[in-house]
């Protein structure tokens, strides 16, 4: 368990998650922007260059700053002051491939905390419908004309296949026939598309970061 304050702590065990714990232990860092972050996602995962996410800390000080140890990589900006549980947020935007300590410092300036971000480019995005298991069904997706709404996820992935935290940035555009409609679902992000079926037929859904897209065939049967 992080060395964290008891309301820290609590707030953690309410959230399902207490972020990962800095190099000195005493504050626990999250992701909470992007698809399923909402109680937290693993800040080791690189961000996406170009990406601006948000980041939760768990039992900063009252009064405290952020800062990038390579601004030039990452920047940073503190978002807001401590809630009632001791957490408060920090918005990062990822510049260059490269990796930075997040700093917490307090309100001296002596470091509290730090914990390393990398920033990566994206070489290839995917669009797909999450499975049990974590992995994205990337093909062969088909859908009830009367099934209601269903959520598409976008991943930015690196050269290797490898996944990356990018929130922000994404676009979408259908093609292929009338079968899907976009949808609109509260607490959606970027990364996430809601569509639903609106005709039997095929249609093709395709994700944007950049110069890049991932595009998703979808049948729609009676």
């Given at each position: ?17 207490c972020g990962t714990a ?157 079968a899907l409609a976009p ?22 859904v395709s994700a944007h ?14």
């Amino acid at each position: 368990m992080n060395p964290l304050r008891p309301a820290i702590f609590l707030a953690c065990v309410a959230s399902l998650a207490c972020g990962t714990a800095g190099a000195k232990g005493k504050i626990g860092f999250a992701y909470v922007s992007g698809t399923g972050c909402q109680f937290g996602c693993d800040i080791g995962l690189p961000v996406a260059k170009g990406s601006v996410e948000t980041v939760l800390l768990f039992g900063p000080p009252q009064t405290f700053e952020v800062v990038s140890s390579a601004p030039t990589v990452l920047s940073a900006t503190r978002t807001d002051t401590p809630n009632w549980a001791g957490a408060a947020t920090v918005t990062v935007t990822a510049l260059e491939a490269g990796t930075a300590e997040l700093q917490v410092n307090d309100a001296t300036g002596v470091l509290v905390d730090e914990i390393a971000v990398s920033v990566a480019a994206p070489a290839s995005v995917r669009l797909g419908e999450e499975l049990p298991s974590g992995s994205l069904q990337t093909s062969g997706v088909a859908l009830s004309l009367d099934g209601g709404i269903v959520t598409f996820e976008a991943r930015a992935l690196t050269a290797r296949g490898a996944a990356l935290q990018c929130s922000t940035g994404w676009s979408y555009s259908f093609a292929g026939g009338a079968a899907l409609a976009p949808a609109t679902l509260e607490g959606s992000s970027s990364d996430s598309i809601p569509v639903a079926p609106a005709a039997t037929g095929a249609s093709t859904v395709s994700a944007h970061l950049g110069t890049l897209t991932g595009s998703l065939a979808v049948t729609v049967t009676p």
